[in-house]
Nanobody
Framework: QVQLVESGGGLVQPGGSLRLSCAAS????????IGWFRQAPGKEREGLSC????????YYADSVKGRFTISRDNANNTVYLQINSLKSEDTAVYYC???????????????????WGQGTQVTVSS
C-alpha cells in the first residue's frame, strides 16, 4: 500500500523560505517519479515540479523556476521542495504525488499520477 505524507507547511512571512517534505512508503523512488502540486482556494490545481527518482532528473513549471528546488533522498524515500522568496500568491495546499513511470517535461506536471498525499498548508502572510 502506497502512502505519501507531506510535511513542512505553515505560516511564513513574505520573503521567507520553507522546505516541504514528501515521505513515501510502499513506493521506491528509484522506480518512479514524484511530483509536487498546489491548489489555492478557488483555483485549479497547479503542477510545480517533478523529479525522477533514479537519476534526479527534474522539471519545473515556468512560474516557479528560480524559486523552487526539488530534491530527493532515496535512502529515506523522501522528496523535498525548497521554496524561497515566498509570496502571498504561494498560499495554497501543497501536495505530492507518485507514479511508477517516468513522464517527461510538462507531462510530469499534468497531474496524471497514481498516488497522492493529503497535502500540507502553506500560508504566506505578514
Amino acid at each position: 500500500q502506497v502512502q505519501l505524507v507531506e510535511s513542512g507547511g505553515g505560516l511564513v512571512q513574505p520573503g521567507g523560505s520553507l522546505r516541504l517534505s514528501c515521505a513515501a512508503s510502499g513506493f521506491t523512488l528509484d522506480y518512479g517519479t514524484i511530483g509536487w502540486f498546489r491548489q489555492a482556494p478557488g483555483k485549479e490545481r497547479e503542477g510545480l515540479s517533478c523529479i525522477r527518482g533514479s537519476d534526479a532528473w527534474a522539471y519545473y513549471a515556468d512560474s516557479v523556476k528560480g524559486r523552487f528546488t526539488i530534491s530527493r533522498d532515496n535512502a529515506n524515500n523522501t522528496v523535498y521542495l525548497q521554496i524561497n522568496s515566498l509570496k502571498s500568491e504561494d498560499t495554497a495546499v501543497y501536495y505530492c504525488a507518485a507514479i511508477r513511470r517516468f513522464p517527461l517535461f510538462d507531462r510530469c506536471l499534468r497531474g496524471e499520477y497514481d498516488y497522492w498525499g493529503q497535502g500540507t498548508q502553506v500560508t504566506v502572510s505578514s
